[in-house]
């Protein structure tokens, strides 16, 4: 008997996709990184991103800029931000890959594994599946308008 059959059906067994866990689509839970996992962020790093999260009162981490976002989600949460009506005078964009500190070091600093993220008022809000759900059950809205960081009505544009 060849041993070849095992590996190959051991390999298959391990490559499978793991099972749906009873989080919702909606629910995601944070990622721990154990000590073993976590990279440490730098001091440095850190207050620069402390400073970069308090730029404005509305920050986006993303691939690209907002006027060419590099990836599908980064494009997808400049979008949510504009059909939401966010002031340009309240936001700023922070291109992570200017910088591979701050690519790494925003997951960490977040404990959120993936890019874009979105900051309001200092706290983090989530990535793109986090601000597409927001966006669609309507807390986003209230969450923009109770940080006072739309557009004024006089200001915005008339249809």
């Known amino acids: 008997m060849s041993i070849r059959p095992l590996i190959s059906s051991a390999f298959r067994q391990a490559s499978r996709p793991a099972r749906p866990t009873a989080f919702t689509k909606f629910s995601s839970p944070r990622i721990t990184l154990t000590p073993l996992a976590a990279r440490f962020l730098s001091t440095e790093t850190k207050a620069a991103i402390d400073k970069a999260v308090g730029s404005a009162p509305v920050v986006l981490f ?8 590099q990836c599908g989600f980064s494009r997808a949460s400049i979008q949510i931000l504009g059909l939401q009506g966010v002031d340009p005078k309240k936001f700023t964009a922070f291109n992570v890959l200017e910088d591979e500190a701050l690519r790494q070091g925003i997951k960490e600093y977040s404990e959120w594994p993936t890019i874009p993220q ?6 983090f809000v989530g990535g793109c599946d ?3 759900a927001m966006h669609q059950n309507g807390e986003l809205a209230k969450m923009l308008e109770e940080k006072k960081v739309l557009v004024p009505a006089e200001e915005a544009p008339k249809e």
């Open 62 to 69: 993303m691939k690209g800029t907002p006027e060419t976002p």
């Open 118 to 123: 979105l900051y309001v008022d200092n706290e």
């Open 130 to 132: 986090i601000l597409v």
